[in-house]
């Protein structure tokens, strides 16, 4: 007998079982947030900038003697990176992210009073300042993310997930902004996240103590799939 092809799916269907997975995993990880250390959003778009190619522990082991020499924009606008640097040397590339922070806190009391502007144009002109790092300000400090932010983790779960085939990482954030709502983007973002860093690692994906391990379609084969931390 000619085996049944599987039965494809409308693109509702697809939108609809994301979400439904998407809920669950907001159940697995009801803490997920941002765990870059902050108290405003001066401290969390510096943080970020420092966080590129680096861990959040890393990043948090720094900030706090940094915020408490430049609690603000204009204190931090007044240092220079040589003053900088000693403060931030255990991270990756500190030198050139001590020039952008410097350059960045200038910026913002020189275009924006000092204060963190709230649309993705004004910043991404800000030095060290991407698409990935825009919207984990505008979700994190502000609600109102213009995309979703695809880390290593996003891209690896939703590729392994099924949500998406695109390797890219812009052309992961499209397909996700299509298939979840826009309220949430952010949330989403943080679940996948936690999710990544204490279930679906990249090397040992944890695949038995998994809660959508039923709907995943990389579930016990899951290390073939999805990107490895080896080429994040
Ligand atoms: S079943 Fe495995 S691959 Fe799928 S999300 Fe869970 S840990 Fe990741």
Known sequence: MTPTP???????EAKGRAVETLHRL????PDAHCELVHRNPFELIVATVLSAQTTDVAVNKATPALFAKYPTA????KATPLDVEPL?????MYRQKSKNIVKLASMLVEMHGGQVPKS????????GVGRKTANVVLGVAFGAPEGVVVDTHVMRISQRLGWTKETDAGAIEIALCKLLP????????HTLVFHG????????PQCDKCGVADVCPSAGRAVNVGRKAGRA
């Open 197 to 204: 860093r204490r279930i679906c690692g990249a090397v040992k």
């Open 120 to 127: 993705l144009g004004q910043l991404v002109e800000l030095p």
């Open 74 to 77: 204009q204190a931090l606008a």
């Open 182 to 189: 826009r309220d949430y983007w952010d949330r989403a973002s």
């Open 88 to 92: 931030v040397s255990t991270i990756g």
């Open 26 to 29: 907001f159940a697995i990880h």
């Open 6 to 12: 599987p039965k494809r799916i409308t693109a509702n």
